[in-house]
């Protein structure tokens, strides 16, 4: 993690940030009343909404898009009052996460930062989206991690056996990933189709420092049906603004 800065952090301008929200993935590993995940409700609002909600509340946050599956194209119709109320722009994305992304890239306008956040992950705090978004500014590339807090084993290539990994200086990676727009579309533009696991991954490759910014493990994503229990609790802890 990179030294706090000597000299006053310049502000950042309303409406400087778009965020790119992927909702297009397949929620294979979710089951929940045959809905994805970004679907499910949580205190009577689906996963989505939240996320895009507390994004919405920031200042910085200019243009929204929600990134969709083709095949949802009815169930988004269905939640057009909300998306025009949050004002989100909805495109089409692709296969992979990653042509998801290049797709919300595509329809980026005139922004100096780019965000990308998991539609599925609905409860990040608002200090954390204000510090991340400051680091984006300040360093061209940053996201949110927290350190990596239990033990960790490799399983074998057998499977009937492991070992332990040194957890020192090991941080799990969340979001939002916050870039100058820039640079994340130089790093798309570099890209050659090997894998990669979030937009970071493809800036370190590009060449660019990433910085980390401590976050809150409260930043759930919701990955399985039970994921929406916790959520739910650290939804009722907190004040949570109502939207526009």
């Known amino acids: 993690m990179n030294s706090d800065q000597a000299s006053p952090a310049a502000a950042i301008a309303a409406g400087t940030v778009a965020v790119v929200l992927p909702a297009a993935g397949k929620s294979q590993r979710f089951r929940g009343a045959g809905l994805k995940k970004i679907f499910a409700l949580l205190q009577g609002r689906p996963v989505w909404w939240h996320s895009a909600n507390m994004l919405r509340q920031r200042p910085e946050v200019g243009q929204i898009i929600l990134v969709t599956a083709k095949d949802?194209?009815?169930?988004?119709?269905?939640?057009?009052?909300?998306?025009?109320?949050?004002?989100?722009?909805?495109?089409?994305?692709?296969?992979?996460?990653?042509?998801?992304?290049?797709?919300?890239?595509?329809?980026?306008?005139?922004?100096?930062?780019?965000?990308?956040?998991?539609?599925?992950?609905?409860?990040?705090?608002?200090?954390?989206?204000?510090?991340?978004?400051?680091?984006?500014?300040?360093?061209?590339?940053?996201?949110?991690?927290?350190?990596?807090?239990?033990?960790?084993?490799?399983?074998?290539?057998?499977?009937?056996?492991?070992?332990t990994i040194?957890?020192?200086?090991?941080?799990?990676?969340?979001?939002?990933?916050?870039?100058?727009?820039?640079?994340?579309?130089?790093?798309?533009?570099?890209?050659?189709?090997?894998?990669?696991?979030?937009?970071?991954?493809?800036?370190?490759?590009?060449?660019?420092?990433?910085r980390i910014v401590a976050g809150s493990p409260h930043n759930l994503k919701i990955t399985q049906a039970d994921d929406l229990l916790l959520a739910t609790a650290l939804l009722a802890t907190r004040s949570h603004p109502a939207g526009p």
């Open 72 to 163: 949802d194209q009815e169930l988004w119709h269905a939640q057009s009052d909300e998306l025009e109320r949050l004002r989100v722009h909805c495109c089409i994305g692709g296969e992979e996460r990653s042509d998801s992304v290049r797709c919300g890239l595509e329809q980026v306008s005139d922004h100096p930062l780019v965000a990308i956040h998991d539609a599925a992950r609905p409860i990040v705090p608002d200090s954390d989206l204000r510090a991340v978004f400051q680091a984006g500014l300040e360093s061209g590339a940053a996201l949110l991690a927290t350190p990596v807090r239990g033990t960790l084993k490799r399983l074998s290539g057998d499977q009937q056996t492991c070992s």
């Open 166 to 210: 040194d957890r020192e200086g090991v941080w799990e990676a969340l979001t939002p990933q916050v870039f100058r727009t820039e640079i994340l579309q130089n790093a798309y533009h570099r890209w050659r189709g090997r894998p990669v696991t979030d937009d970071a991954q493809l800036v370190e490759r590009a060449g660019y420092p990433v």
